[in-house]
């Protein structure tokens, strides 16, 4: 009972994690996008020649939710596979112990 305790507990912190990141992934775009047009007159009106600058899109921001969905059904598929090898363990030690009786 207690592991199951600790397994649920771990599941709510990834699970609680990533809802805290999206917010702020979606608050850096905006803020360089704001910044780079008065970078551009800036320069336009001191007469000096300079590139604008560019950020690559952030295109894998909207799978955070799927990574996190996976990770929890390994996690909950691996400790399946656990639970059960140690329930047929214990299950085999009975048909042994029945057989030497």
């Known amino acids: 009972m207690r592991h199951i305790r600790i397994v649920l507990l771990a599941l709510f912190a990834l699970l609680a994690a990533p809802s805290v990141a999206p917010s702020l992934m979606a608050q850096e775009p905006a803020a360089t996008e704001a910044a780079a047009p008065s970078a551009a007159p ?9 590139l604008p600058r560019y950020t690559p899109p952030r295109t894998l921001r909207a799978y955070t939710h799927v990574f996190v969905a ?5 996690v909950l598929l691996f400790g399946y ?3 059960l090898s140690r329930k047929f363990r214990r299950v085999e030690e009975q048909v042994d112990a029945l057989a030497r009786s």
């Open 70 to 74: 996976f990770a929890v059904a390994w």
């Open 42 to 50: 800036a320069a336009a009106q001191t007469g000096a020649f300079s």
């Open 81 to 83: 596979v656990v639970f």
